[in-house]
């Protein structure tokens, strides 16, 4: 089993989060696949971008949900990290799968901690559009959510995100019909991997920038590790099967 490096929320040091310019240059650098984030706007679109408020990421303040596509457009989503993104708008789910539609992985994280109706139907309609069950696993800290979806699609691969080192948590989420657990990568020891295969289910890691951390964790054998620098994570990854 190879683990597999996953560019989180584009993983492409050097380039602003959730951005198209980041997806496609984790295309170019290699990567094994992707993790982003989705919501909605107020007129229904599903939309990549992690923090439920603006202000952080994008030149705006207030909530995504409280506007339309349109209106996040006239904004930009990339001149919080360096002026030469300043072009870089917020982007449609659609346009991202587009971009990363080659890739091996497609992690597409629920960011549903406020009410989005529909937005399980609307991220799987999307996904079948450009024919990548295959490719796909949804992730959410929101447990209900990962339920609903498994209800509308029962083969759709799913991963319970876990922040806090959990009590039997391979037993938690093989219980509730989860393929895989998300651990933050400091939860994840080698009982907890071995546990999680033992049952069936993957062992993927977030976020995982220090490469003492890549070599502990390539050692483990998780099944895949998320990284704000793929760049740093291939490089280890193959200087380790280059020795052995």
Do not use: W
């Not at 496609?24 to 706007?41: H, M, P, S």
């Amino acid at each position: 089993m190879r683990t597999k490096i996953i560019g989180h929320r584009g993983g492409a040091a050097g380039y602003p989060e959730n951005t198209l310019a980041a997806f496609k240059k984790a295309v170019d650098f290699g990567a094994d696949g992707v993790e982003f984030d989705v919501q909605l706007t107020r007129d229904g679109e599903v939309v990549v971008i992690h923090d439920e408020l603006i202000d952080r990421t994008m030149t705006g303040s207030g909530l995504v949900k409280d506007y339309t596509l349109a209106e996040l457009r006239e904004m930009s989503a990339g001149e919080f990290f360096s002026p030469e993104f300043k072009a870089e708008k917020i982007p449609t789910l659609a346009e991202v799968l587009k971009v990363v539609k080659g890739l091996e992985v497609i992690n597409i994280e629920l960011k549903n901690y406020l009410p989005y109706p529909r937005l399980e139907e609307k991220v799987l309609k999307l996904v079948d559009q450009f024919g990548l069950r295959e490719q796909v696993i949804i992730s959410s800290f929101n447990h209900y959510s990962l339920q609903k979806i498994k209800r509308l699609q029962p083969e759709m691969k799913t991963g319970c995100l876990l922040m806090s080192k959990m009590i039997n948590a391979a037993d938690y989420a093989f219980k509730r019909g989860f393929n895989a657990l998300h651990l933050h990568f400091l939860t994840a020891d080698q009982e907890v991997v071995e546990k999680a295969h033992f049952m069936g289910l993957q062992l993927n890691v977030y976020t995982v920038n220090f490469p003492d951390a890549v070599v502990g964790l390539l050692e483990k054998k998780v099944d895949m590790i998320m990284t704000d620098d793929i760049e740093m994570a291939l490089e280890i990854r193959d200087k380790i099967e280059n020795k052995s």
